[in-house]
């Protein structure tokens, strides 16, 4: 396969998919509609008379036939609108903040769970064979199976314990609504309120991460060992010392707690996958002749690892993770219901991810919001899918020069 | 044939994985056989029923002055909205819900008075009968889409890959959570649960990389030899394919069991599986016990569960990791080295 066949065949899984979504957007319509007994209206039949319960039904369109609404679902989403949710708001407002969320969870749950688990993997692969110990292998079979609704809890009540006994965390009240805009707050800058301390971290933090990696680029070409210990301060102050000029430290602590349980399980759950794949392509190639020509060249162990043994568990990494992608998403959805279920032991003030949105409208019928969230984990799974797939191709030679398929690793 | 096969048992072993798995499955199958048995012989089913049971010891509680710790403040009020002329000195009976570990109970009991060794062990025979099911839909299924669309090509491969690549993108759980909310939901036992799971969600995800593997041996020359030897498509796929993609297949159908098992935990914590009962109920029955007596979480339930349904999962996992590394030929060389 060449580069152009490349491009042709990832184009094409794409189209392919984007179908394949659509039918399955479909399927989950017409099941929940059909199967599901009830409706949005539902709900009310408790404190209204039946002709209130008809008529909402009637201003929503829900007496209408099954197709006629899956046409209009249709007719909207074609020409790029979302829809109003049941409730009465616009989807997409809901969508974007939720959006943001669940990214900053799931970016930061993978960051780290690449980066801790493909150096365990680096270091336990590396022992020599009869030295190896199946401790971390077995702590990362156990952190794979990790039940997120009693880890979630547990971990709630350590944050809970910890930060709210301290004081530091207020743990029953959301400080989000208390942060206003300063007099001559410009109107580009993120709005106030809890997105405005969201959009204010993670721009922050970006910012910060984009130019610590560029510092760091440039230490490497003038090979000065300071500045690589500037970037990483850099990356840690830089943020703080914005929050604090800024006036949303207390609330960007308290955000941070709250972000902290479910990216924390997230990363726990992935870590186990990456650390054992990385450790078994290391423990592989630790015989090598390229690694004793490594190592004769005068590199210490670390650099013989970290460069060039570990450089080769990057491929079978990345590929093992487009492959598990699904299965993450899967945890997102099921992780972010925990961490958001233990507001019912007054631990936790939700956070609101698309995951815990879709739980919510699920459970409420409120279709359009469902079939939106659906349409978002799908579109997001084949966003980074992609991403993933145009990464292995980039670290595999073989296939761009058409040597050969790189073969799947079990 | 089989002293490869001895040999393959012998990497298995040697793994150091896959024998902790296997020892752990049975010593769920053991708690699995067990319940029914102590329940029938030495466990009266009155207090030893995991749902029915019913049993809490008492306590004799001495009435002081000065109660200063809010805890048992409450405790006292308590008492006396029982008991109005309860006075210094006096002593009064409390049942104790949940119960600490006794000899009577070694896992103590839940907020509700139950036995929690007993409700562990009732948890095992489901959490057994999700995983069987997933794993087969998932082996039978996965493995004949990825057989058939890497013998036929074209078209249908195009269309089965794209509809397990398009099934991927739906998160499972929400899949099962909406059968749970269906009409559907309350006739759905233990292995129902798992089959659909694996049809659903385990069965598109091993097609996917078993197509992949099934590919790269429709190039290899052997095949190419039956081909001209006159051997048909079914002989191909069940004579030349099938059996080579047996190792892979083995460990995405324990990857696809550990999954149902996390699935229906988490669907029964959500307590829409409310006809059956398996471990994700105790743990949500374990944070919700706030409003017992004493208050509190109870914790010798959630430990217990969680710890039970996570080493189910986990056992999946290591007898997969021992079979991937029985399975991997980097390995072979390696082991048989000096």
Do not use: C
């Amino acid at each position: 396969m060449n580069g152009r066949n490349v491009i042709r065949y990832l184009a094409r899984r794409l189209l392919w998919s984007l179908v394949g979504l659509f039918l399955l957007l479909t399927f989950v319509f017409f099941f929940a509609q059909l199967l599901i007994p009830g409706d949005w209206a539902t709900q009310f039949r408790q404190v209204m008379t039946a002709d209130q319960v008809a008529a909402i039904r009637h201003q929503l369109g829900l007496d209408l036939s099954l197709w006629q609404q899956y046409l209009h679902w249709l007719g909207q989403i074609l020409t790029g609108h979302l829809g109003t949710s049941l409730s009465g708001a616009p989807v997409i407002s809901t969508l974007r903040w939720a959006l943001l969320w669940s990214l900053t969870e799931f970016v930061l749950a993978i960051g780290v769970a690449f980066v801790v688990g493909s150096w365990v993997g680096r270091v336990a692969g590396w022992l020599p064979r009869l030295r190896r110990s199946r401790g971390l292998s077995f702590m990362a079979v156990g952190a794979e199976s990790v039940f997120p609704p009693w880890f979630t809890f547990a971990l709630a009540f350590a944050v809970y314990l910890v930060l709210g006994r301290a004081g530091i965390v207020s743990m029953t009240q959301f400080n989000m609504s208390v942060w206003a805009a300063p007099a001559g707050w410009p109107a580009w800058a993120p709005p106030p309120g809890v997105q405005g301390v969201e959009l204010w971290m993670v721009g922050t933090v970006a910012v910060f991460f984009v130019g610590s990696m560029l510092l760091s680029r440039a230490n490497r070409v003038r090979r000065r060992r300071w500045s690589r210990r500037m970037a990483s301060l850099l990356l840690v102050a830089g943020p703080v010392a914005v929050w604090m000029l800024v006036g949303v430290w207390a609330e960007a602590v308290d955000l941070s707690a709250r972000l902290a349980v479910p990216t924390v399980t997230m990363a726990v759950l992935f870590y186990g996958e990456i650390t054992l794949i990385v450790e078994s392509v290391v423990a592989d190639v630790r015989s090598e002749p390229f690694v004793d020509t490594a190592r004769a060249k005068g590199l210490s162990e670390p650099q013989v690892r970290d460069r060039h043994a570990g450089r080769i568990a990057l491929l079978p990494a990345v590929s093992r993770l487009a492959i598990s992608l699904p299965v993450f998403m899967t945890a997102l959805v099921i992780v972010e219901y925990s961490a958001a279920y233990q507001t019912a032991n007054n631990l936790m003030v939700p956070s609101v991810g698309i995951g815990l949105i879709l739980f919510t409208s699920l459970q409420n019928q409120d279709m359009p919001t469902v079939m939106a969230m659906l349409l978002a984990i799908g579109v997001l799974t084949l966003a980074m899918r992609l991403i993933l797939d145009v990464l292995v191709v980039t670290l595999d030679p073989r296939i761009r020069t058409g040597e050969s398929r790189s073969e799947e690793r079990i | 044939m089989a002293a490869r096969r001895g040999q393959a048992w012998r990497r298995f072993r040697r793994s150091g994985f896959g024998p902790v798995g296997l020892w752990l499955l049975g010593l769920f199958i053991v708690m699995a056989l067990a319940e029914p048995l102590l329940l029938s012989t030495i466990w009266p089913r009155k207090i030893y029923h995991p749902l029915l049971g019913y049993d809490a010891p008492t306590v004799e509680l001495t009435v002081v002055d000065n109660v200063t710790d809010p805890d048992t403040q409450i405790q006292l009020q308590l008492a006396r909205s029982f008991d109005p002329l309860l006075h210094v000195g006096d002593t009064f009976t409390q049942h104790l819900q949940p119960a600490p570990p006794s000899w009577r109970h070694p896992l103590g009991t839940n907020a509700t008075g139950q036995d929690v060794l007993s409700q562990l062990l009732a948890g095992a025979a489901p959490a057994l009968e999700v995983g069987i099911g997933a794993a087969l839909a998932t082996i039978l299924i996965g493995t004949g889409i990825a057989a058939v669309s890497a013998y036929y090509r074209g078209p249908i491969d195009t269309s089965l890959t794209t509809m397990s690549d398009s099934l991927l993108l739906l998160p499972a759980p929400i899949l099962m959570i909406m059968i749970g909310f269906s009409d559907l939901g309350k006739h759905i036992g233990a292995l129902q649960f798992g089959l659909l799971y694996g049809i659903l969600a385990g069965a598109s995800g091993a097609a996917i990389v078993l197509r992949t593997r099934a590919l790269s041996i429709m190039a290899s020359p052997y095949v190419d030899a039956a081909r001209v030897a006159g051997a048909g498509p079914g002989r191909i796929i069940t004579k030349h394919l099938i059996p080579n993609l047996v190792p892979l297949a083995a460990i995405y159908m324990l990857f696809g069991a550990a999954g149902a098992v996390i699935t229906d935990g988490f669907v029964a914590w959500l307590s829409l599986g409310k006809t059956r009962y398996n471990w994700g109920t105790m743990i949500y029955t374990a944070v919700t016990s706030n409003a017992s007596p004493q208050g509190g979480i109870a914790w010798n339930v959630l430990i217990s569960s969680a710890i039970a349904i996570s080493t189910f999962a986990g056992a999946f996992y290591l007898i997969a990791l021992g079979i991937r590394t029985a399975a991997n030929p980097r390995t072979h060389a390696k082991d048989s080295a000096p």
